[in-house]
Every structure is written in C-alpha cells, then in structure tokens.
C-alpha cells in the first residue's frame, strides 16, 4: 500500500472495448442530418425564381405608380405654363405687340420676350418690358413622343393649345440660366395711347385718335350701310354685295368648328371692310377685284383689323374659342383652302394662285358664284344657328359639293341669311349620308359628334 487511506485509493477507470475507437454516444437521425445538409446549402432554384417573381411584379407596380405620377404632374405643369402664357399674348397685343397668325411657337415666344425700344418706352403708358421670363426655353417632342398620345402644347395662331395628337409639340417649358445672360431683344409697338401736350402742365394721355379717324366717316351716309357707319367706308349693299357679319355689341366672337379635308390644311380668318368700299376699288373690273383681295389678304398677314380665327393645320377641331373684335365691325370671312396665308398672298401677287391658295370669301356680288369671290363656296346651315358649311374645292370646277369640309359656328355676328346663295335647311339629313358622319378620323370626333359639341344639331340627334 502506498499509506493512503483506504478508502482514498486510486481505482482503475472502465477501459473501453477493445474495437471501439470512441465512446459509445447516441448520433443524429438521417432526417436531421439531411436538414442540416440544407441549411448549408440555401434556396433551392424554385425558392429562389418565386422570390424574383414577385420582386419583378412588385417593382413593376410601383414604376408603374411612380411613372402614372410624374406623367400627371408633367401635365398639369404643362396646363398652367401654357394658360400663364395665353395671358402674356393677351397683354402682349394689349400693349401694342403684333401677332400676325403665321408665327410659329418659337416664333411667339421670342415676341413675348422682347421689349420696347427706348424711345417708344419714353411715350409709352402701357407695359414696356418683356411679357415673359427671358429665360424660358421650350423643350420639343422626339418624334416617337410625337406619334404617342402624349400631352403637347401647340400654338394655333392665336393661342397655345393642348392636345394629344398631330405634329411635334412642345412637352414642357423649362428655365434655361445660361439664357437669362442674352441681351432681351427690343421692337417698336404700336402705341394703344398717345401723348399730346393740352396744357402748360405737360404732356397728358389720350386715346390714340387713330383708332377711328374722323376723316374716314362717310360725308353721305345714306350712301353706306348703317351698319358700318362709324367705322369708315364699307361696302354698300345697295350695290349689290353681300355676304359679310356685324359684330355684336361685346365684341366677343364664339367660334366652334370641325374640319375634315384630312390632306388639307385649311385657314380661316375674318377682317374687317373698313376703308375697303366701291369708293376704293371698282369691283367691276379685274384689277379693282384683284386690289380688293390683295389687301384683305394683308389684313390677315399683318393682323390689321383681321384675326385668323380657325388654323386646321393646328387642330382639326376646336371648341368654344372666343376672339374680340371691334363692335359693330363690319366683317367678311376669307378661307385659304390649304396653305398659310402668308403663301396665299406671295402667290397671289406673283399671279401664281391654284385651287388650294386661291383666297375665298363670304362676299358675293349680284346674289351669284361671280368672280373673283366664288361665294357659293359658303353655305349656311339652317335659320339663325350662326352655322356655315364651307366647301374648299371651287364648285364651279371638280368640287364634291359635299360642303362638309369646313364647318363652323360663330357666335357674335350676325348677318343677312338671304345674302348667301346657298342653305342647308337640314343639317342632320343632309350630312348623315356623309362617310364620316359616325366615322372617326386618325381618333378625331365623328361628325356627328362635332356638330353636336359644336351646338349646330340638337345633343339628341340620333346616330
């Protein structure tokens, strides 16, 4: 004994079994061991494509949200630039700037960022600056932008118009800095008032006297229609024309319209007879008739006395457009049936007009078609609608007579319906034997609808 205690001493451990080479321990399952293997290894490829799925749906969505948003935005943006600038052209031509209808957009913008020159400033009441931020720029449609239904703004002649068809326009109007440092360029206005000194107390404001110059009453009104009278020499119908409009007491012309000559684009403007009477020119001979036209074409160009109320190379339909014009004007409608007015009148002076730039007006001479006015291209539509039917082919060569390419409605004026040669005393019947009276165009409202809108045919009226 190695003198410890008894009950101290060391014993001997259990030895092992002689072929185990460790302890005997219980081990995992083969499920467990198969879970195990799993985790190690991740997903599985189905796991892992339904997780994709339905990142790729839900990522979809919410482009899709976001895209819808920013299109909305992009809009409503668009609508209010476009309302801020329909203000500045008004002001802008209230102030002595002119528009002549053949600008294009960037045309008008440029004019509306212009100032007066100095010396008109100096004697000038009215706004003498610039209309709109010089810095500006419109951003233009691509054309795949373009061929999609996206929202542009257009400019119509008269205004800024938002549609969702037709050619390139402008998508949105941004604020270019790097213009804000180009020199504002200057133009001379016309003077809406004019200075004159009426007293030792300096110069005072009066309205501008030209603007119905007392030389040009007639001195035997008699002579002249009662109509015109205060607003220079008109045409007399006592001399057998006829064909023009009066506008109302406000001014304010109303004018709805449908074009549908799909391969033309057509024009329509109203200009005033003022100074324009058989004292000035001698409407029976070709040269007086060829003075005559010249000088209402113009009119147009320039925006004296005139307005280009409809432009279908702009917009093939338009609604409730109002234009003012001079009370009690004596006025005629002109239609150039495909082209700018402008091109009419260089072809015109050159003796170069065809069928598609020869100048058609309301006028008529005799109660006939009789040259150089072609006046049963017009036709109106039924008692007291205020409503015309144009048609743009001379019906006195190939023309269809369809009288459906041109039609409007033009509240404010009025007129004689006996002075045209033509009426169409039913509409409905008379157009619903049209192709496109329930037939829309490249999207376009049908023609039915269009007169509806238009307020020519009653809401009711059956398809």
């Not at 467990?32 to 979809?60: D, N, P, W």
């Not at 030792?200 to 110059?213: C, L």
């Not at 338009?318 to 700018?340: C, E, K, M």
Request: aromatic share 8%.
């Amino acid at each position: 004994m190695n003198g410890l205690p008894s009950h101290l001493t060391v014993q001997n451990p259990p030895s092992l079994p002689a072929d185990s080479g460790s302890a005997s321990l219980p081990g995992p399952t083969t499920a467990a061991k198969l879970r195990s293997r799993r985790r190690r290894q991740g997903f599985t490829l189905v796991e892992v494509l339904v997780v994709m799925s339905a990142v790729a749906i839900i990522s979809s969505l919410v482009f899709s949200g976001v895209n819808q948003a920013r299109e909305a935005a992009t809009t409503s943006k668009l609508s209010s630039d476009v309302q801020s600038l329909n203000n500045s052209v008004t002001l802008y031509i209230a102030s002595g700037g002119s528009l002549t209808g053949n600008e294009d957009a960037t045309a008008v913008i440029r004019k509306l960022k212009t100032r007066r020159t100095a010396a008109s400033a100096d004697t000038s009441p009215g706004l003498t600056g610039s209309f709109i931020d010089p810095r500006i720029s419109p951003v233009w449609q691509t054309t795949a932008e373009a061929n999609s239904t996206s929202t542009r703004a257009v400019w119509s002649g008269q205004r800024f118009n938002l549609v969702t068809n037709g050619s390139a326009g402008i998508k949105e109007f941004i604020l270019d800095d790097a213009l804000a440092a180009a020199a504002t360029e200057t133009e001379v206005r016309s003077d809406v008032l004019a200075s004159s000194a009426l007293s030792n107390a300096g110069p005072k404001w009066i309205w501008n006297y030209q603007d119905s110059n007392a030389r040009d009453l007639p001195a035997s009104p008699p002579n002249y229609s009662a109509l015109a009278v205060g607003f220079g020499s008109a045409v007399p119908p006592e001399q057998g024309f006829e064909g023009f409009f009066t506008v109302g007491p406000t001014g304010q012309v109303d004018v709805s319209y449908v074009f549908r000559e799909a391969g033309y684009s057509s024009r329509l403007a109203l200009f005033s007879l003022e100074g324009m009477g058989a004292d000035v020119y001698d409407l029976d001979t070709v040269a007086g008739q060829q003075a005559f036209l010249r000088e209402a074409l113009r009119r147009v160009v320039e925006g004296d006395r005139a307005q280009i109320i409809i432009d279908a190379s702009a917009n093939q339909v338009g609604f409730n457009q109002t234009y003012a014009f001079r009370p009690g004007d004596t006025v005629a409608a002109i239609l150039i049936p495909n082209g700018s007015f402008q091109t009419a009148l260089t072809k015109f002076i050159a003796n170069e007009s065809t069928s598609q730039t020869y100048p058609l007006t309301s006028l008529s001479r005799n109660g006939g078609d009789q040259a150089p006015f072609y006046a049963n291209q017009y036709a109106t539509l039924g008692n007291g609608t205020n409503s015309y039917a144009i048609e743009d082919i001379s019906t006195a060569g190939s023309s269809d007579n369809d009288y459906q390419d041109l039609i409007f409605r033009a509240n404010g004026l009025t007129q004689d319906e006996s002075d045209f040669a033509n009426r169409i005393e039913d509409p409905v019947t008379f157009f619903r034997n049209d192709p496109f009276w329930n037939k829309s165009i490249n999207g376009r409202p049908t023609l039915r609808q269009s007169l509806i809108t238009a307020g020519i045919i009653p809401a009711n009226t059956p398809i």
